[in-house]
């Protein structure tokens, strides 16, 4: 798929949703999924959850950026971390 496909498959699943929960994924989840970190869960309100992953094949969680801008043009810059399994 090109650039466009994946552009309107992200859209399709996206688009006009609202984020309702925000969390860590727990110890208990992380074990279940063979990870040694703890991403973000971003939960929407039809259900779904967004989780960052280290890549495509899904061997860790990842981190999340946050711009307010374009990254690099005096934009403000944030990073939700992985947690380790064992942070409190």
Do not use: F
Not at 23 to 38: A, Q, R
Not at 45 to 56: A, F, H, V
């Amino acid at each position: 798929m090109n650039r466009n496909g994946w552009t309107k498959k992200a859209s399709d699943l996206l688009l006009g949703k609202r984020i309702v929960k925000v969390e860590y994924m727990s110890k208990e989840e992380t074990e279940k999924t063979g990870w040694d970190s703890c991403p973000i869960l971003i939960g929407l309100e039809d259900g779904s959850w967004l989780i960052p992953q280290q890549d495509d094949e899904g061997n860790d969680g990842g981190a999340i950026g946050i711009s307010n801008g374009i990254v690099g043009e005096r934009s403000e810059y944030h990073i939700l971390p992985v947690l380790a399994v064992n942070h409190e």
